[in-house]
């Protein structure tokens, strides 16, 4: 099931994608009797996802008529890695770590899906990459998660966008965090698959397009560390909540312009795309 988060007629709600577009979370329990909550984040946190899988007889919106938006507009974690394949890591010459090169976003860079990331100026950052990725959507509080339970507590997939200001990260490695941090400098979605629907995981292929054509690609199964691995190594280190996000890494960025379009796909998973402009320098204090 490939669930996400709507504005339609200028209200906001969750639906179900379906072969006639959008079915709304509302149409479901109208039809079943059911009271699943119209959030996706609430859903995910326990809200009966079971009772959304049978669409049947329902109305769907056109897809037309819907502007998808970020699942939900701030998640408890965003984890990224970094490095995760061999290809990245040449790109930008850096060495591969040996455990996940893991940092934390804040909620303050996400982007919606199809809009624009604003570059931040000039003087601040000249090198950019945006960078298609595989997200993993933590579904249940989890500590300590043996191996062979780590399909219990991932509610699902999604595409990511991930960006870095390469020129400050290469000043130095410890600005990992603050290269990654700028305003729209990430985003999710706009769809979140069920993990049911994914067979095997590893057999996924992350696509970065830039413009016209393919930046990079590769399969997951060629990562450093896979999504299930990373899910158990950060709850070692962690408590995980629904909602979490781990996003797990790129093949390699597109460096990106004003003018630009980029694209995150994942073939059994969804797309993610932005246009790219040069933000302004405008101080705001509120």
Known sequence: MKILRFVHQGAVHAGVLAEGGVVPVEEINARRGTHVPDSVLDIIRGGNVSALTDTAGCAAIPLSEVTPVLPYQVPPKIWCIGLNYKSHAADINAVQPDEPGSFMKPASCMMQPDTEILLPPTHITNDVDAEGELGVVIGK????????????????????????????????PRYLTRSKSFDTFFSFGPVIVTADEIADVDQLEVITEHNDGICS??????????PHELVRFHSDYMTLHPGDLISTGCPKGARIKPGDR????????????????????QPIIR
């Open 217 to 226: 690609r590769d399969f997951v199964y060629n990562m450093h560390t896979r």
């Open 262 to 281: 980029v694209r995150a796909r994942i073939d059994g998973v969804g797309t993610l795309s932005a246009t790219v402009k040069q933000g302004p320098f």
């Open 141 to 172: 509080t989890c500590r300590f998660v043996p191996a062979d339970r780590v399909k219990e507590v991932i509610f699902g997939y999604t595409t990511t966008l991930d960006l870095t200001a390469l020129d400050v990260l290469k000043k130095n």
